[in-house]
């Protein structure tokens, strides 16, 4: 998983790239399942759950906290 997702922020200190937000949807596809996290500035990014069965009770509305490393990251030049 590029973007991993937790409960508890510290989980995810060693992380370059972390941000928190509430459910806004919960996609579930059985192994594709999938959540859209919103920020405070209400932009959104979607995360795919791990398998585990860890996140089974999520709902809309939680907050959660994810990270991915900066290895992971691909940015495009803006137009203007």
């Keep these: 998983e590029a973007i991993l997702v937790d409960r508890n922020a510290a989980d995810l200190d060693s992380y370059e790239n972390r941000l928190s937000g509430r459910v806004s949807s919960l996609l579930f596809n059985g192994a594709a399942s999938r ?21 089974a009770d999520l709902k809309r509305g939680d907050m959660v906290h994810i990270a991915w490393a900066a290895e992971q990251t691909t940015c495009f030049a803006g137009e203007g």
């Design 35 to 55: 959540i859209l996290v919103e920020d405070t500035l209400g932009e959104q990014i979607e995360v795919t759950l791990p398998q585990s069965g860890e996140f």
